[in-house]
C-alpha cells in the first residue's frame, strides 16, 4: 500500500488556523484576519494552559493580588496573568485596535494598530475565577467584533453594539485537556490542545446542541432571592423525572457541558443583583452567539439575549441559555409570571 502523508496530515492534523480559511472558503484579507486572530487568542489560550498547568509548583500563581476589580470582584493572581498574556500577544500584531475585558475598566487601545487594525476584541480572561485555587476547570471567552472607526474619542463607546454584530466568538476551556471552541459564524468547532505538537487540532465539527437535555445548570443557594418564575421552573424539573443538576462555578464548563449533551443554564437577576452576574460584552454575548451557531438558544428571560443593547462597557444581563426546548421552557414559566402580575394589576381597583 502506497503511503501517503497528505493522507496523515489531513487526518490528524485540522489545525486552526487552516479551519477558519477553510470555513470562509477564501484566502481574501478578511480571512487571512480571523484566521491570524484566532492563531493569536490560542497561543494565548496555550500559555495561560501552561501556567495553570503547573500553577501549584509556580511561585506567585495562585491566590489573589489583594486589589478589586471595576465588578467590585477580589483579583487573582491568575485573572491578571491571563489578562496580560492576551494584551501581550495582541499588542504588536498589527490586528486589533482595542481590547476590553473584565480586568481593564476601560477599553485598552492600541494607536499602532489602527486604523490597520480593525477589529476589537472584548474577553473575560479567567472564567470561573473560585476554582483556580482548587485545581478545578476554568476558562477564557472571547469575541471579535468590527472596530467602527479610529477615533481615539469614540473608543469603547464603538464598542456598545448588540451581540449580532459579532464576527466570531468562543472559550477556552482549561479541563483536564484545554479545549478552544470556537464560531465564525460556520457553525460551531471544538479543537482540543495535543501539547505534543503545541498544536490545537480538530476533534468535533460542526456541533450541534440537542433540542432538549436533561442538565439543569444553576446556582440555587440563590433559590430565595430568585423572582417567582424561576422557582416555579426549579420547582417543575425537582417533580419530574429525567432532570439532573451539575454546577461547577464556571460558566464555560457548564456551557461546555451542555453544549454537548443537552440541557439549560440559567444565571438569572436576585435580589442583590437585579441583572445578574454575568457580563453581556465579555460572557454572555459570545456564548449566546456560540450555541445559537450550534441550534441552541439564549435569552435574558423575555428577550433574545443577542438583541441586548449594552449601555456601557460592564453592563450585566440574566442569562438562560442552552437546548432550544429547555430555554422555552424557562421562558414559559417568566411570561406566565408576566401575565399572572399583569392580571392582578387589573383587578385591582
Ligand atoms: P468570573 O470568574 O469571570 O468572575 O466568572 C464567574 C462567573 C461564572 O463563570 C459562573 O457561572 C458564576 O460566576 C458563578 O457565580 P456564583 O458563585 O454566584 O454561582
Ligand atoms: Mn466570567
Ligand atoms: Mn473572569
Redesign the pocket.
Known amino acids: 500500500m502506497e503511503l501517503s502523508y497528505d493522507y496523515a496530515l489531513d487526518r490528524d492534523c485540522t489545525t486552526l488556523s487552516r479551519h477558519v480559511l477553510q470555513q470562509l472558503q477564501s484566502f481574501g484579507p478578511e480571512a487571512q484576519d480571523l484566521s491570524a486572530i484566532m492563531s493569536r487568542i490560542a497561543l494565548a489560550g496555550k500559555i495561560i494552559s501552561r501556567r495553570l498547568s503547573r500553577a501549584g509548583l509556580v511561585e506567585g500563581a495562585l491566590g489573589f493580588t489583594g486589589d478589586i476589580n471595576v465588578?467590585g470582584?477580589a483579583v487573582?493572581k491568575m485573572?491578571l496573568f491571563a489578562n496580560e498574556v492576551f494584551i501581550a500577544v495582541f499588542k504588536q500584531s498589527g490586528l486589533v485596535c482595542q481590547m476590553a475585558s473584565?480586568e481593564m475598566e476601560k477599553p485598552y487601545y492600541i494607536p499602532e494598530n489602527c486604523p490597520i487594525g480593525r477589529y476589537s476584541l472584548l474577553y473575560?480572561?479567567?472564567?470561573?475565577?473560585?476554582?483556580v485555587d482548587i485545581n478545578l476547570n476554568?476558562?477564557s471567552?472571547f469575541s471579535i467584533r468590527q472596530q467602527a472607526g479610529d477615533d481615539p474619542e469614540q473608543i469603547g463607546a464603538n464598542l456598545l453594539q448588540n451581540g449580532h454584530h459579532q464576527l466570531a466568538s468562543g472559550y477556552i476551556l482549561y479541563g483536564p485537556s484545554t479545549m478552544l471552541v470556537y464560531s465564525i459564524g460556520t457553525g460551531v468547532h471544538s479543537f482540543t490542545l495535543d501539547p505534543s505538537l503545541g498544536e490545537f487540532i480538530l476533534s468535533s465539527e460542526n456541533v450541534r446542541i440537542p433540542n432538549h437535555g436533561p442538565i439543569y445548570?444553576?446556582?440555587e443557594?440563590?433559590f430565595w432571592q430568585w423572582d417567582d418564575a424561576i422557582r416555579d421552573f426549579i420547582r417543575y424539573v425537582h417533580r419530574h423525572e429525567g432532570y439532573t443538576a451539575r454546577?461547577?462555578?464556571?460558566?464555560?464548563?457548564?456551557i461546555h457541558r451542555i453544549l454537548f449533551q443537552g440541557g439549560v443554564?440559567l444565571?438569572p437577576g436576585t435580589l442583590k443583583d437585579p441583572q445578574g452576574?454575568?457580563?453581556l460584552l465579555y460572557?454572555s454575548a459570545p456564548l449566546a452567539f456560540l450555541i445559537e451557531q450550534a441550534g441552541g438558544a439564549a435569552s435574558t428571560g423575555v428577550r433574545p439575549l443577542l438583541n441586548e443593547m449594552p449601555q456601557y462597557l460592564h453592563q450585566r444581563t440574566p442569562l438562560i441559555i442552552g437546548s432550544k426546548e429547555d430555554v422555552a421552557l424557562v421562558e414559559s414559566f417568566i411570561e406566565e409570571r408576566i401575565k399572572l402580575d399583569r392580571d392582578k394589576l387589573q383587578v385591582t381597583p
Open positions: 465588578q470582584e487573582k485573572d473584565e473575560d480572561p479567567i472564567d470561573g475565577s473560585s476554582n476554568v476558562g471567552i445548570s444553576v446556582n443557594g440563590n454546577y461547577s462555578g464556571a460558566l464555560v464548563g457548564d443554564f444565571y452576574k454575568l457580563r460572557e
